[in-house]
Nanobody
C-alpha cells in the first residue's frame, strides 16, 4: 500500500495550492479518504474527508469555504484545493484512508505572511 502526496511547498498569504495523493496497492474507489495536518507542536487534526464515491464531504470548520476536497477514482487520486491560505495553515499535510489507517508520508505546506 502506498499513499504519495505531492503539490506542497511555500506560498504567500492569500495564495493557493493543490495537493494530490495517489493511492496504490488497495482498491482506492472502495474507500473514503481524508486529509489531516499537523503543525509544529500541535496534534494532528482532520482537515477534510470524502466518501468513496465522492457523494459525502466534510470539512473542519477552520477550512470551510477555503479548501475543497475531491477525488478521481479513475486516477486513484484524492485532491485538496487550498485557497486563501493563511500562515496558520502552515503544517505537514497527510493523506489518510480511515478504514485501514493507511497514511501517506506527509508533505510540508508553508504559508508566509
Amino acid at each position: 500500500v502506498q499513499l504519495v502526496e505531492s503539490g506542497g511547498g511555500l506560498v504567500q498569504y492569500g495564495g493557493s495550492l493543490r495537493l494530490s495523493c495517489a493511492g496504490s496497492g488497495f482498491t482506492f474507489s472502495s474507500y473514503g479518504m481524508s486529509w489531516y495536518r499537523q503543525a509544529p507542536g500541535k496534534e494532528r487534526e482532520l482537515v477534510a474527508s470524502i466518501s468513496s464515491a465522492g457523494g459525502t464531504i466534510d470539512y473542519a470548520g477552520f477550512v470551510k469555504g477555503r479548501f475543497t476536497i475531491s477525488r478521481d477514482n479513475a486516477k486513484n487520486t484524492v485532491y485538496l484545493q487550498m485557497n486563501s491560505l493563511k500562515p496558520e495553515d502552515t503544517a505537514v499535510y497527510y493523506c489518510n484512508v480511515p478504514r485501514r489507517n493507511y497514511w501517506g508520508q506527509g508533505i510540508q505546506i508553508t504559508v508566509s505572511s
